[in-house]
């Protein structure tokens, strides 16, 4: 069964750093996005990263300031967050995805898991 598992959200100022975790259960993927909802608004795609990691995808708002990026051995996407701001604040989730320059992240299935929150107050 398909399943994808969050993980490495928490409280932190402005200017701070989080790793975000994407665990899978061990199913191959083409591309891995990340995706935020943040209070009031839809979810949107963050981050993407192609299998093999030959490509990667960046919101413009993020770019420089978040890394993607996986290992292979473990299953796993992370995001990499530095230089948090305050908009960066909302519930992270990843989902296997179709991701192309635009950056256009989408997820394929419509099924999301708990997520993680980030929230980012001083």
């Known amino acids: 069964q398909l399943q994808l598992v969050e993980s490495g959200g928490g409280l932190v100022q402005p200017g701070g750093s989080l790793r975000l975790s994407c665990a899978s259960s061990g199913f191959t993927f083409n591309a891995i996005g990340w995706f935020r909802q943040a209070p009031g608004k839809e979810r949107g795609g963050v981050s993407c990263i192609i299998s093999g990691g030959r490509s990667t995808y960046y919101l413009d708002s993020v770019k420089g300031r978040f890394t993607i990026s996986r290992d292979k051995a473990k299953n796993t996407v992370y995001l990499q967050m530095n230089s948090l701001k305050p908009e960066d604040t909302g519930v992270y989730y990843c989902?296997?995805?179709?991701?192309?320059?635009?950056?256009?992240?989408?997820?394929?299935?419509?099924?999301w898991g708990q997520g993680t929150q980030v929230t980012v107050s001083s």
């Open positions: 989902a296997v995805s179709a991701c192309h320059v635009g950056p256009i992240i989408r997820p394929l299935f419509d099924s």
